[in-house]
Every structure is written in structure tokens, then in C-alpha cells.
């Protein structure tokens, strides 16, 4: 069973900085649980305290807290108030839609001085005779029941007519008690029952698993355990229908049970999910012939890059800019690349051999792609080019700027073929020819045709 736990205390009493000896109110709602414990230990200032929406059975452990003003257990599988003695400030409690049909209980909120409104909504005791009668009769000091003023005129004619109510409310309660035996049987029952069908599944499993049905278990894999598979799922279907199409009263028990086969059924596919993690094949990066596969599991954008100039191959593989390195493995191999992205692989065959040590991979800065690097393991033997003398002014400065950094001294070379010292002969231009005759004439223009 789930119990009240310090650690859930503190998560809810984030409001009061998680600290729980100090704390007035606290909401554990819908928290599963099955037994109320250790609050009047931890709590001792609690003043509102939500417990709807669980499964506890009894009210307990709350005596303690003598500031409490409002307790709400609605929701639950509560069968009879009690305990509540020690509450000295409580004015309201709640317990709306449980199971209380032991309507005389509430004869122990007389010492509850304070109490002014009380919810039983929803109980079994409500259906009976004289009900409202009883209660208002009972108990002088309340001002609501069921969120409805109870009248001065009403409570002086409850108080004439309360042996007789008091007599019947008596009876009622009998017949429920024996009702409630009955229920309880038949829970008992419908519990061995399922008890029972549980352990000769087991068995059934414990004998398919033995070793002298190893052979039949092979042939049913061979077969395919997809069948297996679907006739699991079609039984696991058949099983929910029947449970939720019987016909079950509603009692503590039968919920308690619908809760335990939710959790159940919760808890077996977790189970499931986490073999199959487990069960999951390896990828086949490599068949049994040894022929190496191309493969993308984690499906990423990728450029494979033939640099000739440099003689070598890039990878630039788009992995995502926020994973952390360290959940990426590479490895290079002479005719392939193998990249693990979160365990996940990545797996190419180069275009040629390359040089696995001298490979280097690294992050973009920008892009976080990751680049791989892998010189080629041919060597290509390639002409040194010569220097053109066409050197623009500002390369001349970059040069030089660079070698003032590395602090280095470099000369520049101009190619002599296109570069010649003045033909000094030649520096009077002879006289042209322009024609005889009387008139001076202009000399031909020469047309140079281009080719």
C-alpha cells in the first residue's frame, strides 16, 4: 500500500520553501494513497488539509493536529468517521462521495465543539430514513449538512421525533452491516479467483520456457514471433473487456481493485517497453560476407566532399548545434567512416582509401555540423605552379603583413620573361615618312586587327 511520505510532503509544500514543520496548508489530492500516517508527527500547525481523490480506508494519525479547521477527505473508501477527537478547531470536514453507512459514528463529532459544516454526499448513509433527522439531532453544533442551513424549527422537530429516528436509523444500519459482510465475501472471492487464473498463467509461461519445449519454441520463432506478439495483444484485449464489461457493485474493494489492475496493467507495459530496449537488435552495419552497408539511423544531412587539391576526402555530417561531443563517437577505417549520434549509427563507404591516423575530426562553430577530415592514402604527386608577376598592391601588403607576423622576411620574385631593361637605341623616335608634294599630308593612322 502507498503511505504519506516526507518526500511527498515537501514536493507539495513548495509553497512554505518545502519545509514542513511550519506548514498550514497542504494538497495531496489524487496522490494513490492508502494509508494516512506520520502528519500529526510532521505537521503539527496544519490547518487545512486536502486528502481527496486517494484510496484511504480508515481516518487516522490526524488526532494530533489541534489547529486543524478544515479536513477534506472526499473521494475515498472511508466506512465510518472516527479519530477526530483531538482535532479541537475543526469547523468544516468533508467526506462526500465515501462509503459510510455506519450512520451512529458520527456521534463522535460531538466533542468537535467548533464544527459547523459537514458533507456525507454521497454515502450509503444517506439513503436512509430519517437521515438529515439524525444527524441534525445529534449533533447541536452544526450550522450546514450537505451545504444546506439547518433551520431553528428544523432542529427542535429532529430532537422531538429522535428516539424513533434514532431506532430506525439502528435497523438500517444492520442491514447494511450484513450487506457489507456479503460484499466483502464476494471481493474475497473474485480476489482468489484472479489469484488463481494469475498462477496458472505463470505456470503456463514457466513450462513454455523450460528447456524440453526449447525445439517447439524455436519453431515458433522461426514461424514468426509476430503471431505470438498478436495473440498476446488479443488476450491481454479479451482479458480487458471481461473486466470491465462484469458487473461489479460499487464498494472499497472493487475500487480498490480497479486501481490495482490499472497499476498492473501500467506496470506490465512499462515492463514490455523496457525489454524491448533491452531485446533490440543490433543494426547489421556489416554482413556476414563483410561487405560494409551505408546506413543513416539517425537520419542527418550530410556532404561528402572530393577536395583533389589537398588530396583528401571531407565529411561534413549536419548534426544538431546544441548535442553535447560527447555523445558523438567517430571512427574512421581505411574504406569506411562510422558515426555513433547518440548511440544511434551513422555509417558511409568512402569513394577511396584513406588514411585513418592522420584523420582529424571537429565542431563547426557556427552550424555545429561535425567535419571529418581523412587524407587520402594515395599520394599524388602535383607540379609547383609558377608565381604570376601580376601581384595586386594590396596582396603585396597582405604578404608582407604576414610576414611581419610570423616574423619571417619574404621576397618577391617577378618572372624575368615579363620583365625587361629600356632599349636605350631606341629612345629618338624616327621621322615618318608622310608623302611628296606640295601639301603637307597627315601621316596613316595604323589599324592594328585584332585576331
Not at 537488435?281 to 544531412?301: D, F, Q, R, S, Y
Not at 546544441?322 to 581505411?334: A, E, K, N, R, Y
Not at 584523420?359 to 557556427?366: D, F, N, V, W, Y
Request: proline share 4%; charged share 35%; aromatic share 6%.
Amino acid at each position: 500500500f502507498l503511505s504519506v511520505t516526507e518526500d511527498l510532503v515537501r514536493r507539495r509544500a513548495e509553497h512554505n520553501n518545502c519545509e514542513i514543520f511550519s506548514l498550514e496548508e497542504i494538497s495531496l489530492h489524487q496522490q494513490e494513497i492508502e494509508r494516512l500516517e506520520y502528519l500529526d508527527k510532521w505537521c503539527r500547525d496544519l490547518k487545512i488539509l486536502y486528502l481527496q481523490n486517494n484510496l484511504i480506508p480508515k481516518i487516522e494519525n490526524v488526532s494530533k493536529l489541534k489547529k486543524l479547521e478544515y479536513l477534506n477527505v472526499a473521494l475515498n473508501n472511508i466506512e465510518r468517521i472516527e479519530n477526530l477527537e483531538g482535532c479541537e478547531e475543526l469547523k468544516k470536514l468533508d467526506l462526500t462521495a465515501n462509503f459510510i453507512g455506519e450512520l451512529s459514528s458520527i456521534e463522535s463529532l460531538k466533542c468537535n465543539v467548533h464544527l459547523k459544516e459537514l458533507f456525507l454526499v454521497g454515502n450509503p448513509c444517506t439513503e436512509f430514513e430519517g437521515y438529515r433527522q439524525f444527524v441534525v439531532a445529534t449533533l447541536h453544533q452544526l450550522k450546514y449538512l450537505d451545504s444546506k442551513e439547518i433551520e431553528r424549527s428544523e432542529r427542535i422537530k429532529a430532537l422531538q421525533n429522535y428516539p424513533e429516528v434514532k431506532q430506525k436509523i439502528r435497523e438500517q444500519e444492520q442491514a447494511y452491516l450484513l450487506k457489507r459482510a456479503r460484499e466483502k465475501e464476494e471481493a474475497q472471492r473474485r480476489m482468489q479467483e484472479r489469484k488463481d487464473k494469475k498462477q496458472k498463467q505463470m505456470e503456463t509461461k514457466l513450462e513454455f520456457d523450460s528447456p524440453d519445449s526449447s525445439q517447439e519454441k524455436e519453431h515458433n520463432q522461426a514461424e514468426g514471433d509476430g503471431d505470438q506478439e498478436t495473440c498476446r495483444t488479443v488476450d491481454d484485449d479479451e482479458e480487458d473487456r471481461r473486466f470491465w464489461e462484469e458487473p461489479t457493485p460499487y464498494t472499497p474493494e472493487s475500487r480498490l481493485e480497479t486501481h490495482r489492475y490499472i497499476e498492473e496493467k501500467r506496470r506490465a507495459k512499462e515492463n514490455i517497453r523496457e525489454s524491448k530496449k533491452r531485446e533490440k537488435l543490433p543494426w547489421t552495419l556489416v554482413t556476414a560476407e563483410g561487405k560494409v552497408l551505408n546506413m543513416n539511423v539517425p537520419k542527418l544531412h550530410f556532404s561528402l566532399k572530393d577536395d583533389e587539391e589537398n588530396n583528401q576526402i571531407i565529411l561534413e555530417l549536419a548534426v544538431y548545434r546544441h548535442l553535447d561531443t560527447s555523445l558523438l563517437d567517430v571512427d574512421v577505417q581505411p574504406t569506411y567512416i562510422r558515426v555513433l549520434v547518440k548511440g544511434k549509427p551513422f555509417q558511409l563507404v568512402l569513394p577511396e582509401e584513406v588514411k585513418p591516423d592522420s584523420s582529424c575530426a571537429k565542431r563547426s562553430q557556427t552550424t555545429g555540423h561535425l567535419v571529418v577530415t581523412m587524407p587520402k592514402a594515395k599520394e599524388i604527386i602535383v607540379a609547383k605552379q609558377k608565381v604570376s608577376a601580376s601581384i595586386k598592391h594590396s596582396d603585396c601588403n597582405t604578404l608582407q603583413k604576414n610576414a611581419r607576423r610570423s616574423g619571417q622576411v619574404e621576397k618577391l620574385e617577378v618572372d624575368p620573361s615579363k620583365y625587361s631593361f629600356p632599349d636605350v637605341t631606341k629612345i629618338i623616335q624616327g621621322k615618318e615618312q608622310t608623302g611628296q608634294g606640295p601639301l603637307k599630308l597627315q601621316p596613316e593612322k595604323i589599324r592594328e586587327i585584332k585576331k
